[in-house]
Nanobody, 123 residues
Framework: QVQLVESGGGLVQAGGSLTLSCAASGSIFSINTMGWYRQAPGKQRELVAVSITGGSRNYADSVKGRFTISRDNAKNTVNLQMNSLKPEDTGVYYC?????????????????WGQGTQVTVSS
């Protein structure tokens, strides 16, 4: 009931920049968190950055100082500005959103994922 559409991945040289965007749509009453995860070949999916309603932002240690997450609560969108990219940043990046759905009966939570967007950083 909640769809996440990502855009902005691609191929970039080491040291370059990319911006990922994600838009959530559907029967959304409120969103608690929106964030980005990534999965490199042969590795588990890991948290990159998350924006929590109220203003908190958490980052993986490996991206602190290089990546910035920003969120537009009115539009239900989240962006990830990635600077000083490294080859180890290569992977499929997934948008995630958690929140509450509209319901005529009782509150229902959701935890939705986007389809993923490929980021490749060449050395």
């Amino acid at each position: 009931q909640v769809q996440l559409v990502e855009s902005g991945g691609g191929l970039v040289q080491a040291g370059g920049s990319l911006t990922l965007s994600c838009a959530a749509s559907g029967s959304i009453f409120s969103i608690n968190t929106m964030g980005w995860y990534r999965q490199a070949p042969g590795k588990q999916r890991e948290l990159v950055a998350v924006s929590i309603t109220g203003g908190s932002r958490n980052y993986a240690d490996s991206v602190k100082g290089r990546f910035t997450i920003s969120r537009d609560n009115a539009k239900n969108t989240v962006n990830l500005q990635m600077n000083s990219l490294k080859p180890e940043d290569t992977g499929v990046y997934y948008c995630n959103a958690e929140g509450i759905l509209y319901s005529s009966t009782y509150p229902k939570s959701f935890d939705s994922w986007g389809q993923g967007t490929q980021v490749t950083v060449s050395s």
